[in-house]
């Protein structure tokens, strides 16, 4: 069973940058779509981003763009999420998740495996 494993989560001030990491425990996950989701709390949770198996399509929410960049190395079984001029309404637990669809998605129902999470706290 694909379960990916995300890390990278931290405390940074507004204006700073963290990585995000969305390891995969399968190769299978090479062939799938993989996105990034959030949660604050109460509220629901969120699309990010989202990258095809290939990175040749890559998918944004409107209040990151430019800011997040989704990008994937297959070799390392591995998702990014680079997150720069974080801000307190980035404050959120990160998922990342992986669909058997080829295609990007902002559906968090067509998303099948799903990570743990991690907390990312920006101080303002």
């Known amino acids: 069973q694909v379960q990916p494993v995300e890390s990278g989560g931290g405390l940074v001030q507004a204006g700073g940058s963290l990585r995000l990491s969305c390891a995969a425990s399968e190769r299978t996950v090479n062939r799938h779509a993989v996105g990034w989701f959030r949660q604050a709390p109460g509220k629901e949770r969120e699309f990010v981003a989202a990258i095809t198996w290939n990175g040749g399509s890559t998918l944004y929410a409107d209040p990151v763009k430019g800011r997040f960049t989704i990008s994937r190395d297959n070799a390392k079984n591995t998702v990014y999420l680079q997150m720069n001029s974080l801000n307190a309404e980035d404050t959120a637990v990160y998922y990342c998740?992986?669909?058997?669809?080829?295609?990007?998605?902002?559906?968090?129902?067509?998303?099948?495996?799903w990570g743990q999470g991690t907390q990312v706290t920006v101080s303002s």
């Open positions: 998740a992986a669909t058997l669809l080829l295609a990007v998605t902002k559906k968090k129902d067509e998303y099948d495996f």
